[in-house]
């Protein structure tokens, strides 16, 4: 198979997994009600499963990035996807919670994986100058998958359907991969490296750990927007279906950032200014966009706020293929540790540290978000030089 028509179809996939996994999660916030009458559970338990995909790539991120540069892309993530399409379609296959906790676990292998690898993933098959732009438009497309789950599952018949056409989806995606991707185009053949080398290599790299602390605040910040800003409006006086508008901002803002972020990059002359840029208008957008007057204003501020935080993933991601002394090498390994504190932040930022310490007040609790989006522009200070080509 040619190289340009393997790399098609690699940023495909990666699209439609990465779909497919959005849309099998966000498929349930409409009909959250309906699940939890099923199965008799409250909105505590509800969450826990809502949020049960965060798991692997809590767990996992590291180890996954350690294996795909020992054995390669295309083993490892078929593997991952295959953990994914079992989850996706156990949960069609019982009615208690206990089994639609772990189906959600299982789905989350997939996207945990390729976020972990994204840089060896598309570097294998791109220049650092593009893999940015790949990976911005993969993730671009995932994101569509959260829209389409939220915005049409209320419309289907029964929750029944709703997981049969997850299920579909996902079983689709593992004989895709595997007779698709050839063996030796995702990745080099490995040539006797260590895991233990690889680790080394990572957790010594500075630039490794500036990454990874940048998208830990950053992770943190977004995920606090994503998650209070419709109670936050509806203090404001909004109705629900208003809230729930504006803050539907957020998420077209996070599709038009993941696909044109790696472009403004690109007309910017580099990625740390790029980078730099873009975090910091975020720092004003989470801190402020809130505040704005309803109409026009308040869906600029909101649909930034998606744009800076979602788009600067792509930018972040591609940085250990422009490392010295990590490169495709240990793109993997450098990857996983990234996803680690990435995920790290998501955990802990919004709920063990922002929202108890301003007692869940929307605009202390905004304003401190902001300062996280700081923080990461102070963090890229110390991101060591970028090797030609990013």
């Known amino acids: ?37 099923l199965l008799d559970i409250d909105t505590q338990a509800f969450t826990a499963a809502f949020t049960a995909p965060m798991i ?14 020992r054995f390669g892309v295309r083993l490892i993530l078929g593997m991952a996807v295959t953990l994914m399409a079992i989850g996706t379609v156990a949960r069609m296959a019982g009615d208690t919670y206990s089994i639609f906790f772990w189906a959600m676990l299982f789905s989350g292998f997939g996207p945990a994986f390729i976020n972990a690898n994204a840089a060896k993933i598309f570097g294998a098959h791109f220049s650092p100058s593009r893999a940015h732009r790949m990976m911005g438009l993969a993730m671009a497309l995932g994101c569509l998958g959260m829209t389409v789950g939220m915005a049409t599952t209320a419309l289907l018949p029964s929750i029944r359907t709703a997981y049969w056409i997850a299920g579909i989806l996902a079983v689709i995606a593992v004989p895709a991969w595997w007779l698709l991707i050839a063996p030796t185009a995702v990745v080099e053949e490995p040539d006797g490296l260590s895991l233990k080398r690889s680790l080394q290599a990572v957790i010594r790299h500075r630039g490794v750990w500036v990454t990874g602390l940048a998208l830990c605040f950053i992770m943190g910040a977004a995920l606090l927007i994503n998650a209070t800003m419709p109670t936050a409006l509806a203090t404001k006086g909004f109705s629900p279906a208003t809230a729930g508008f504006y803050s539907a901002m957020i998420s077209v803002g996070a ?12 007309w910017l002359g580099g990625l740390r200014r790029a980078i730099v840029l873009i975090v910091a208008l975020g720092a004003l957008a989470l801190a402020f966009a809130w505040q704005l007057p309803a109409g026009i204003l308040l869906a600029a501020g909101l649909f930034l706020c998606g744009f800076t935080t979602s788009g600067i993933f792509p930018l972040l991601l591609a940085i250990p293929l422009s490392l010295k002394g990590v490169g495709m090498q240990f793109a993997g390994t450098a990857g996983g540790l990234i996803a680690s504190l990435q995920l790290l932040g998501a955990v802990l930022i919004p ?13 202390p609790a905004f304003l401190a ?10 963090a890229m200070a110390f991101l060591p030089a970028l090797e030609e080509g990013a």
Request: charged residues 5%; glycine residues 8%.
């Open 56 to 69: 692997p790539a809590v767990v996992f991120s590291l180890v996954s990035g350690l294996l795909v540069d």
């Open 255 to 266: 599709i038009v950032g993941s696909f044109s972020t790696p472009y403004i990059a690109g």
């Open 1 to 37: 198979m040619k190289a340009s028509s393997q790399r098609f179809l690699v940023v495909t996939l990666i699209s439609f997994i990465l779909f497919t996994a959005n849309y099998t999660q966000y498929q349930l916030s409409p009909i959250a009600n309906d699940i939890m009458a």
């Open 369 to 378: 978000a902001g300062a996280c989006m700081a923080l990461a522009v102070l």
């Open 351 to 363: 709920g063990h540290i922002i929202l108890p310490l301003t007692g869940n007040a929307p605009g």
